[in-house]
Structures are given as C-alpha cells and as structure tokens.
C-alpha cells in the first residue's frame, strides 16, 4: 500500500522540493492506478524528465503527459502482451531445462553449450569411483593435500627475510606486541552501506543514464560552489553555464564528466568533457573536445567530474584556461581514541598461485596469535575465481564449504585472544556475489565453530568506526584501473598519491566510468554505496601497485599489496592530541609475514 510519507520521502531522498499536496495525490493516484512502488514511480519520473528537459520538481501538467506518454502506453503494450503470447507447456520447461544446464557455460565461457552438463554426483560411491580430485576435507590445508605445480615459481619469502620491514611510516613503535587488556567497538560508520539481500542485474540502461546524469548534475553544481568560495575574491564577474557547448568570446565556467578517445592520426588519446545538460531538440548531452594546452599541470580520467574555466569561439572546442578537481568531503568527525590501537591489514588472494594450502595466511595468523593486535583486516579475495586450482575444479567441496573451512581455521588460531576480525568480501570471490559493490558475507556459525564473538562481516566497500576511527576499505583495485587510463602532465610527480587523491576528490570509492571488463559494477548501487559524504581518517586502497602509505588531504592512504607476496600491513594509531586528527601521528609499517 503506498502511502504519501514514503513518497515524499523518495523525492527528498532524490534532492526535490517536497511537493504540493495536489501534486502528491496525483502521484499516488498514479501508483494505485499502475500498480507501482512510491521508489518505483519517482524512478520512472526522474527518467522521463531528464531526457525531457522537464524540472526534476513535478507538476500536475508533467505528471498527466508523463501518463499519457509512457504509463498508459506501457499498460497497453503489456495488455497486448499477455493476450497475445502463448507458450506451450512441454517446450517451455525443456527450454529453461536446457537454460539451467547451460548457465555455468554462459557465466565462464562466453558462451552457450548445446551438450547437457552431467549432474556432480555426490555419493561414496562415486568418490571411489574417481577419486582423482583433491579433497579438501580430510587434512585440510597441509602441504601434502595439494600437488604443487614446479612450473610455478614458489613466492614464500627465505628464513632470512621473513619480518623484514619494506615501508616504515610515522613515529618509531617500541613494541607491537599486546600490552594491556582493551575492550574494542567495532560497528559500520554511519554511512549507507549495501544490504545482504541486494538486488542487481536489474539495471536498465535509461535507469544507468539518469543516475550517472544526476550525480554530474549534483557533484558538479557543488564543484563550482567549492571553486567560487574558493576563487571567487579574484575573479567575481565570472560567469557560470551549465550547457558546455555555449559559445563566448570570454572566459566562462562549466562542469561535466570527462569521456577519452584515442585518435589513431595523433597516437593519442582525445579528452572531451560530456555536460549534464541536455539542449532543447536533442536526445544526447553536448560532447565538447577539451583543448589542454594551455594547462601546466593536468590529470584526469574517464568519469571525472570537474569544472572548467574555458573559451569556446568555435564552437566544438573548450580551450581550457584553468581545471577545478578538489570536490573533496569534509573529514570525519576527530576520533575519540583513549588508548593506543594496533591494526593489522592483509589482502587477498592469500595462497600461492600453485596451491591451495593458504600458508601465507596460516604465517600471518601465527604472528597475529603471538602479538594480539586489537584488530585484524582481512580483505578479499578469498577464494579468487581465476585461480588455477579453482579453474580446474580439483575441489570435492563446494566453495561455500570450503570457505567455511578457512573461517573456521582462522577462529581457531584466535581462540582466548582479544584480536577482532574484521572480513571485507570481493566481487572476485568465486563463492560470493560477482557484483561492485559486494554485500557481505552471511556467516553459517554452524559450520564455522561457536568462537564468532569477535568477527565482523562488512560489505565491500565500506566505512567502519573503531573507537570513532574511520577507515574506508575496498577490496577493487582503483589505483591500478585509474593508472591505466589516466591522462596526465604530471611527470615526476607521487603517481600513486595522485591517483589516491582521484579518490578522495571524487568523494567516491571507485570514480571511472565505464569500468574495466572483469569488474561488474552496477551504477544504482554504486551511487547509493559507495560515495561518502564524510571523509575517513584512513583509506585501505589494496592494488598490485608497489606497497604504499603516505597522508593524502589528511587520510592516511594505505596500499598494503597482497598477503600471496607474504606482505602484510600494521598500523599504530595515537590518541589524539589537541582535539584534532593527524596522519602523521600513525605508525605504519608494511613488512614479509
């Protein structure tokens, strides 16, 4: 049953003026009529009045030509549907038969397989039969399970190296070991995270435009309020547009999101700026090509959302006179810290690439055992899909057992120790939602062990508060897909902070739009979880960039690479002094397990 208090609240939640009782009834006049959600309908009314140049704000007017334009139309166009199409019963259940055994071809291959898949079957006898398959039930994770590959150069760092220290950040620490007993709260920021029953793959490609649309409209419009507190005392006349394709003999200021090409003729990669506005007539948004010549300094990247101080006489081109990026979030609120905190950090994957005896893990847990850091964080991958061993199906669990297993070590090295455990999934995970942003984790105590007191399950990304500590976690690799399509002429410059300050600019764990292949993001979501209104103190970025960790705009960023290179991360957090949060009063040290 809609009711008008959720309605109202879809539009505020959108950014609109709460609308007029006589525009409210008609809205839910419209929801009863057409069987729609309150969310459902703002939906369909945001995607008919962007492309229509319409007020995002309703009026009685709008809302009857949107009816008579798309829900009356649709209702018919259902109603012919059903009267119309028949389906024989036989063939309909043969189809999607042939449908379920040819899903795990689809998702793997490419493509689709006409020969039916053998059911597995699960019986002793026929694990008799063929016992060719490595069981990860019996002497779960020795070395003699698995057969390693010698093909495979073994990573597992010499005696001679094992505690070395690779990076060391901040203040000296004396000892990292447990000194006193110390009661931690660990609970997700207050930020939206992804919920555990998620819906996705049901985004439409008008529904990805006008939420990609909104957020440029949105993000831009605050840009340009940044830049003319900023600026605006030296320049106070200047003008700003929202079309980007206006012409004018003076400089001008606009905003939109930065699209690149690559132009055989030059060898080159093109960079144009896309507004958010479209002109009356048109069905695309203005492309403007960006002329950076006269720019000392510049990065940007595809989805960038920036602004422009620009000249356009020709009409096609921007030349570009000054670039405004800092879209930076205020930084969270100081932490409350009373007493020190020793955070340990590792990420995924976490065994070699020739096994499946996750030893690297097994090293960390031991260290963890012995020096009881007050919180462990551990970031997926955990069971990668591309591993070889998984591509080969050589496991007679399935991989949710199998996961289960490595949770249920993992406690057991932790048993009787205060160390609280914090799990980030990935969309890489094979037993787990292939989807960015990634829900978390459901935990089956049952099969892990009772010992789950001090294990928290976080989706990925997001923000979690210990002791009032913000720390950001994503388990994508943002600086790596950022590097690789960036444009720059910023030589000789901290590439991997640049890229880091991409991040925190953008207010968003992952800015590139499209997203490389391989990396399945839904853009609904993605607006909704993984932006931040507030900045964290720490960013934990993982990649397989070089180990990093260095204060960017006053989060500490920390890339501490993958625990199955045996490198691992720790860090020493103060109490504040001065009632203000310094990153330069964080320890770090990134060293072999």
């Known amino acids: 049953m809609v009711s008008e208090e959720s309605l109202i609240s879809c539009f505020c939640n959108l950014g609109c003026d709460v609308p007029h009782e006589l525009v409210v009834e008609k809205c839910l006049q419209l ?81 689709c397989s006409t020969s039916k898949q053998n059911k597995r079957v699960r019986s002793p006898t026929a694990e008799h039969e063929n016992d060719t ?74 529904t990805q435009a006008t939420v990609l649309t909104i957020n440029c409209l949105n993000f831009g419009e605050r840009l340009c309020h940044i830049w003319n507190e900023t600026m605006g005392s030296t320049k106070p006349n200047v003008r700003y547009v929202r079309n980007v394709a206006s012409m004018s003999q003076t400089p001008f200021r606009t905003w939109g999101k930065i699209l690149t090409m690559f132009d055989k003729s030059v060898e080159n990669k093109i960079v144009m700026l896309e507004g958010c506005k479209r002109c009356k007539g048109e069905k695309n948004a203005p492309v403007m090509r960006l002329d950076l010549s006269g720019i000392k300094y510049y990065s940007v990247f595809p989805g960038q959302i920036l602004a422009v101080e620009a000249i356009n006489t020709s009409g096609n081109t921007l030349v570009v006179k000054e670039l405004f990026v800092k879209g930076h979030a205020p930084l969270a609120s100081v932490p409350n810290l009373l007493k020190d905190l020793r955070i340990y950090v590792a990420v995924g994957p976490f065994t070699a690439s020739n096994n499946l005896n996750y030893q690297p893990l097994w090293d960390l847990m031991e260290r963890v055992s012995e020096e009881e850091p007050n919180v462990l964080i551990l970031v997926g991958p955990f069971i990668e899909y591309t591993h070889p061993e998984i591509k080969k199906c050589t496991l007679k669990d399935t991989y949710q057992e199998f996961f289960d297993k490595i949770l249920a070590r993992i406690t057991q090295c932790l048993q009787g120790k205060d160390t609280h455990v914090v799990l980030v999934p990935s969309n890489r995970d094979v037993h787990h939602d292939p989807v960015y942003p990634t829900p978390e984790f459901i935990l089956n105590t049952h099969r892990i062990g009772s010992n789950m007191a001090n294990v928290y399950s976080m989706p990925d990304p997001c923000i979690i508060s210990v002791e009032g500590l913000k720390i950001g976690i994503t388990s994508v690799d943002v600086l790596r897909h950022l590097g690789q399509h960036e444009v720059s002429n ?52 993982p990649s397989d960039i070089k180990y990093y960790c260095k204060p960017i705009n006053e989060s500490l960023i920390l890339n501490p690479e993958r625990l199955q290179k045996y490198t691992y991360a720790k860090l020493y957090i103060r109490p504040i002094d001065n009632g203000k949060w310094n990153p330069n009063n964080v320890s770090c040290e990134i060293a072999k397990v």
């Open 31 to 111: 929801c009863r009529t057409y069987d729609m959600e309150e969310e459902t309908f703002v939906d369909l009314w945001v995607a008919y009045a962007v492309p229509h140049s319409l007020d995002i704000n309703p009026t009685i007017d709008d809302l009857n030509k949107m009816e008579k334009e798309e829900l009356q139309k649709n209702k018919k166009d259902l109603c012919n549907m059903k009267t119309t199409t028949t389906f024989d019963t036989q063939d309909n259940v043969r189809i999607n038969q042939e449908i379920t055994n040819n899903v795990l071809d689809i998702y793997t291959t490419g493509e």
């Open 133 to 206: 398959k490595i069981r990860a039930v019996d002497q779960v994770f020795t070395p003699s399970t698995y057969t390693t590959n010698v093909s495979v150069p073994n990573r597992a760092p010499s005696s001679a190296i094992r505690g070395k220290v690779l990076l060391l950040f901040g203040p000296d620490v004396k000892s990292w070991s447990k000194q006193i007993q110390q009661d931690i709260s660990i609970v997700k920021a207050h930020h939206p995270h992804i919920p555990k029953d998620v819906v996705y793959m049901f985004e439409m490609l008008s």
């Open 490 to 541: 910023m030589s000789g410059m901290d590439r991997v902070g640049r890229l880091a300050d991409h991040v925190l600019s953008q207010a968003t764990f992952y800015p590139l739009h499209p997203a490389p292949s391989g990396l399945n993001c839904d853009s609904t979501l993605l607006k909704k979880y993984a932006c931040f209104k507030r900045q964290p103190h720490i960013m934990i970025l």
